[in-house]
T-cell receptor, first 116, second 116 residues
Framework: AQTVTQSQPEMSVQEAETVTLSCTYD???????LFWYKQPPSRQMILVIR??????QNATENRFSVNFQKAAKSFSLKISDSQLGDAAMYFC?????????????FGEGTQLTVNP | DGGITQSPKYLFRKEGQNVTLSCEQN?????MYWYRQDPGQGLRLIYY???????QKGDIAEGYSVSREKKESFPLTVTSAQKNPTAFYLC???????????????FGDGTRLSIL
């Protein structure tokens, strides 16, 4: 079974600065997808960014980028120019690319605080 | 606008009572999922369904039941056998990978269940 680990329960960053959230995972599969979801106080789950394991290029979405290290099974999220609206719980998630279903396995989350 | 609707937003259960959480989607997604979120923890999969009239247990299915009579609907019943039902419940949906294209899961706004 796959597992996802987020070793930082809490992180903080000053507004306009950069922060990196860590995620590691364990799998025996070679083809899979990785995601970062954001959950603000409203509890809504919002997709931030996703990465296909077969792509070597790191995904980027505006101020959000990932550092995907497949051999190390590491998938960190970098938030540049942090804004107050980035404050939220961030979850790393894994999904198999097999046909057994599209279920997600989540890490325990990192609570990000943005200080003005 | 397409999306996922969960109701009610808040629900209270008495001892020995079964309660049902509603999840409806108009995204024409084949797959639907139920997750449970406890404070300070990530999401854990309860049940999922890839097709009408079929569903599979997730990691914590005991004390829960589901049905999938229509593509749009995937209600979750929290039975009296679930001794610790207090949690935040999230419903999600997605396309199936083998039907073409990788699409992330879309989430509803959640239902908070508490014991009276």
């Amino acid at each position: 079974a796959q597992t996802v680990t987020q070793s930082q329960p809490e992180m903080s960053v000053q507004e306009a600065e950069t922060v990196t959230l860590s995620c590691t995972y364990d799998t025996s599969e070679s083809d899979y997808y990785l995601f970062w979801y954001k959950q603000p106080p409203s509890r809504q789950m919002i997709l931030v960014i996703r990465q296909e394991a077969y792509k070597q290029q790191n995904a980027t979405e505006n101020r959000f980028s990932v550092n995907f290290q497949k051999a190390a099974k590491s998938f960190s999220l970098k938030i540049s120019d942090s804004q107050l609206g980035d404050a939220a719980m961030y979850f790393c998630a894994y999904r198999s690319a097999g046909t057994s279903g599209s279920r997600l396995t989540f890490g325990e989350g990192t609570q990000l605080t943005v200080n003005p | 606008d397409g999306g996922i609707t969960q109701s009610p937003k808040y629900l209270f259960r008495k001892e020995g009572q079964n309660v049902t959480l509603s999840c409806e989607q108009n995204l024409n997604h084949d797959a639907m999922y139920w997750y449970r979120q406890d404070p300070g923890q990530g999401l854990r999969l309860i049940y999922y369904s890839q097709i009408v009239n079929d569903f599979q247990k997730g990691d914590i299915a005991e004390g829960y039941s589901v049905s999938r009579e229509k593509k749009e609907s995937f209600p979750l019943t929290v039975t009296s056998a679930q001794k610790n039902p207090t949690a935040f419940y999230l419903c999600a949906s997605s396309t199936l990978r083998h039907l073409g294209g990788e699409q992330p899961q879309h989430f509803g706004d959640g239902t908070r269940l508490s014991i009276l």
